[in-house]
């Protein structure tokens, strides 16, 4: 199948063409009728040919009149721009709605809120990071990568390294949420995320120092070049301004959205391309940096990388239609919103599955003499084992997996050894405690 050019779209020539457009200037706006950002080689497929042209330099007219301007530029000193039309007024309510408040905004009711909350201090940031690495191109398997993490064993190969990470830069970047955008902190997170990978000769927390990157459309064809290195310090420099700068629209002050003030961050890391390689993962790791630093706390439980991994085409197109239409970054900030907000809804899926495996077994050991002498982590790793007889646990993996001390941990686990529903045994030195095959069925007759 023949892959969809993206063409140059044309000039709107003002005032010449305006006697052109004016016959389609009330028929005709910034989106389509069903709300979509149409590119030129969109748009043209979907009215009359004869005017094509024409209804293009329409739109484009009514996009003009809403255009923000940003102080970022492209290296032929072009502004980056976008406009907020209807439609996505429309997606940031709802993002804002989601992701501005707390557990309870992604559940179905109320009394599911705090449960699901547990659920959130468990593994979603490594589900991300595992992600990420894969859309890199790292081949481990998922169960593999994230029992790797929760043990915290050392990666046997460089797939397994760019995963732990991912994981380590996610870290990162909450835990520096409060500084400000530097160059130094853009490199610590390249220094994080390419620590130990050799691909494409990188030198972690390194800028590229020659200018043989570039990005292919899929044919071969180079789709975007970089600009040069050599101004690498200088424009990485303003990025930074610009995600310094107060854009609260209080003061005086201009206005841009935290959502898209992100996006546009996530999309200037990939256009700058500063280092040979992990460029993405630097960009998606600013993204989430400044969402934290925005205080949208629940992007740290989304995973956007797995939906980029679903759409690489569409990925790559939001970026072509922005810079083969005088750097209108509004393609992309639709693209990425649409991603956000499934992000939420496979957040939602997620913990309403792990709500409903967690009742149906806290059903179950309520009716025992155990259920009331069991908090939740030790109820949801009984789910676990029930889920997966034979399973292994140790004390680091509970530590970690529940974001809590390895004292508490062993503790938890003792006492389900104690209580007979947990196999304990040594690998080593070290004590673990293994899922019976036999666990379910001893749980519903209420006897060990």
């Known amino acids: 199948m023949a892959k969809p050019r993206v063409e140059k779209a044309p000039k709107l020539k003002f005032p010449e063409d305006f006697e052109l457009i004016t016959p389609f200037l009330n028929e005709y706006d ?3 009728n069903e709300g979509k950002y149409l590119h030129w080689s969109q748009l043209k497929w979907r009215v009359p040919k004869a005017d094509a042209e024409n209804i293009w330099k329409t739109v484009k007219f009514k996009r003009m009149s809403q255009y923000k301007a940003l102080p970022i530029k492209s290296e032929d000193n072009e502004p980056f721009l976008y406009c907020t039309p209807h439609s996505m007024e429309a997606l940031l309510y709802q993002l804002v709605k989601i992701a501005g408040g707390n557990v309870g905004a992604i559940s179905d009711s109320a009394a599911s809120d705090n449960l699901q909350s547990k659920f959130l201090v468990s593994s979603l940031i490594m589900e991300e990071a595992i992600t990420s690495a894969q859309l890199e191109g790292a081949s481990t398997a998922r169960e593999v990568a994230k029992k790797m993490l929760e043990d915290e064993r050392e990666p046997i190969d460089e797939d397994e390294r760019m995963i732990l990470n991912n994981y380590l830069l996610l870290r990162f970047a909450e835990q520096n949420k409060k500084e400000k955008l530097t160059l130094d902190l853009i490199l610590e997170f390249h220094r994080i995320a390419t620590k130990g990978t050799t691909e494409n000769n990188v030198i972690p927390g390194e800028f590229r120092e020659a200018n043989n ?17 050599n101004l690498i310090d200088e424009r990485l420099k303003k990025l930074g301004d610009f995600a310094n700068e107060d854009h609260t629209g209080l003061n005086g002050c201009d206005f841009v959205h935290p959502i898209i003030k992100a996006i546009i961050l996530h999309f200037m890391m990939g256009y700058e391309h500063p280092f040979r390689d992990g460029n993405g993962r630097v960009a998606r790791a600013l993204f989430y940096w400044f969402m934290l630093k925005s205080e949208y706390t ?3 439980f989304v995973s956007i990388s797995k939906l980029l991994k679903e759409k690489p085409k569409e990925y790559g197109m939001s970026y072509m239609y922005t810079e083969k239409d005088s750097n209108d970054l509004t393609y992309f900030i639709y693209f990425q919103l649409d991603i956000i907000l499934h992000a939420f809804d496979e957040l939602k899926s997620y913990l309403g599955n792990k709500t409903n495996e967690f009742k149906k077994i806290a059903e179950i050991l309520e009716k025992t003499t155990w259920g009331s002498k069991l908090n939740f982590i030790q109820k949801d790793l009984i789910k676990k084992a029930v ?10 993996e509970v530590s970690n997996s529940y974001t809590i001390s390895a004292n508490t941990a062993r503790a938890y ?16 030195k070290t004590l673990i405690y293994i899922a019976p095959s036999d666990l379910l069925s001893k749980l519903n007759s209420g006897k060990v």
């Open 30 to 32: 910034v989106t389509d």
């Open 213 to 229: 990157i570039y990005i292919e459309d899929g044919d071969g064809n180079i789709a975007h070049q970089p600009p040069h290195f």
């Open 298 to 300: 629940l992007f740290k």
């Open 387 to 396: 889920k997966e007889p034979g399973r292994i646990f140790s004390a680091k």
């Open 413 to 428: 686990l003792a006492k389900l050894a104690e209580l007979k529903l947990f196999l304990t045994t040594k690998d080593g």
